[in-house]
């Protein structure tokens, strides 16, 4: 299994990014999927989750900034992030947590979003 984040890099503020995660080997539509993300010197939290069936949770900051998808039949998710802010400067991890029973959860390595002030 591998998952590979993508899409991270410099933008200036009010600029908009398109993370993208891929996983492969994995039945896609069995697992919930997050992003989440951690500044230096701060917890990882969460900032958004799709559910297999497309229920979605946003985390207050990112609400009406970011959206969440996901492409079962590509086995990947997006996270659309536009207005972005000094503050969203981060580490975003990519998570898939799966919904069977004895499932393994995933991580990604990170990619990193930095919004200079």
């Known amino acids: 299994v591998q998952v590979v984040e993508s899409g991270g890099g410099l933008v200036q503020p009010g600029g908009s990014l398109r993370l993208s995660c891929e996983i492969t080997?994995?039945?896609?539509?069995?697992?919930?999927m997050g992003w989440y993300r951690q500044a230096p010197g701060k917890q990882r939290e969460l900032v958004a989750y799709i559910e297999g069936g497309d229920n979605i949770q946003y985390s207050d900051f990112v609400k009406g900034r970011f959206t969440i998808s996901r492409d079962n039949a590509k086995n990947t998710m997006y996270l659309q992030m536009n207005n972005l802010k000094p503050e969203d400067t981060a580490t975003y991890y990519c998570?898939?947590?799966?919904?069977?029973?004895?499932?393994?959860?995933?991580w990604g390595k990170g990619t990193l979003v930095t919004v200079p002030s």
């Open positions: 998570n898939a947590h799966p919904t069977i029973n004895h499932g393994v959860e995933y």
């Open positions: 080997r994995i039945i896609f539509r069995f697992y919930d």
